[in-house]
C-alpha cells in the first residue's frame, strides 16, 4: 500500500500519532539542532517536523509526491506546499541546505530516481536525512500507521541506495522504540521505551535515520590518462 496524505494528517493527529512525531522530533532536533537562515525542504509527508525549523529557517517548503496527494500547510497562513512528480522536482538548480525525506523513501516508485533530484537541487554543502520504517521494528508490519506503508529498508540498505545515488552517509540514529498502540499507559510511558530501546535493542527501532552529504566529487569524471600503444615491427 502507498500512503496517503489524509491518512498520514489523520494519524498525526491521534494520541498515538503525537507521541510517535514528538519522539521522532526530538531525534532529529538532536541530528540538526538549528537551521537558522537556512532554506528547507521537506519531501514525502514532512509538515509534523518541518514546524520544528519553521520559525527560524529562511524558508521551509513540503512538498508531496504525485502518489501521495495533496495537502495544504501550514493551516490559517500562507501555503508553504507543492505536488510534483518525485523525479522532476520544480526547483531549477541547487537552491536548498537541508532536505528532511520523510514518508517518501518507502513509497517511492524510483528511489534512485527521487534521491538524484534530491541530489540536483541540494546545495553543494547541503544535507539530506532520511527517516525510513526499519525492516526489523515493529511498525513496519501494522498498516494502520504511516510506518506499515510501503518498503521498509534497513539501515544497511538505505546507505548503500544513499551511496550509488552520489551521497555519502555521515551519522545514522534510531527512533521510535514504543510498541505500536494507542494504549495510554503505553504511551505514558514513552520515553521509558525509548531510552531502554537505544540501549538495549538499537537494532529493533521504529525507523532508521541517515543523515548524507552531498558528494559533489562523485559526479565529477577523472581525466582518463592515454594508454600507450605499442606496435611491434618485424625486422628487415
Not at 2 to 26: C, K, P, W
Not at 136 to 153: C, I
Not at 183 to 189: D, F, P
Not at 201 to 228: C, H, L, W
Amino acid at each position: 500500500m502507498v500512503l496517503d496524505v489524509h491518512a498520514a494528517a489523520d494519524f498525526y493527529s491521534t494520541a498515538q500519532g503525537i507521541v510517535a512525531g514528538r519522539l521522532i522530533r526530538e531525534r532529529l532536533g538532536t541530528l540538526w539542532p538549528s537551521l537558522a537562515g537556512m532554506a528547507v525542504l521537506g519531501l514525502g509527508y514532512a509538515p509534523p517536523y518541518l514546524r520544528f525549523w519553521r520559525e527560524e529557517a529562511r524558508l521551509a517548503v513540503a512538498l508531496t509526491p504525485g502518489q501521495l496527494g495533496a495537502a495544504r500547510w501550514p493551516m490559517g497562513s500562507a501555503n508553504l506546499t507543492c505536488m510534483a512528480e518525485e523525479d522532476a522536482l520544480p526547483f531549477a538548480g541547487p537552491v536548498f541546505d537541508r532536505v528532511l525525506l520523510i514518508h517518501g523513501l518507502e513509497s517511492a516508485e524510483n528511489a534512485r530516481r527521487m534521491l538524484r533530484e534530491i541530489w540536483r537541487v541540494l546545495k553543494d554543502d547541503g544535507r539530506l536525512m532520511v527517516v525510513a520504517p526499519n525492516r526489523r521494528g515493529m511498525w513496519a508490519y501494522f498498516e494502520q500507521n504511516p510506518f506499515g506503508q510501503g518498503t521498509p529498508y534497513s539501515p544497511g540498505q538505505v546507505g548503500r541506495l544513499l551511496a550509488s545515488s552520489m551521497f555519502r552517509v555521515e551519522r545514522r540514529d534510531t527512533a521510535l522504540f514504543l510498541p505500536p498502540t494507542s494504549m495510554r499507559l503505553v504511551l505514558r510511558s514513552n520515553r521509558l521505551w525509548e531510552r531502554t530501546g537505544h540501549w538495549a535493542m538499537p537494532q529493533f527501532a521504529g525507523v532508521t535515520i541517515t543523515e548524507a552529504v552531498k558528494d559533489v566529487y562523485s559526479a565529477i569524471p577523472t581525466n582518463m590518462t592515454p594508454s600507450r600503444r605499442f606496435v611491434l615491427a618485424e625486422a628487415p
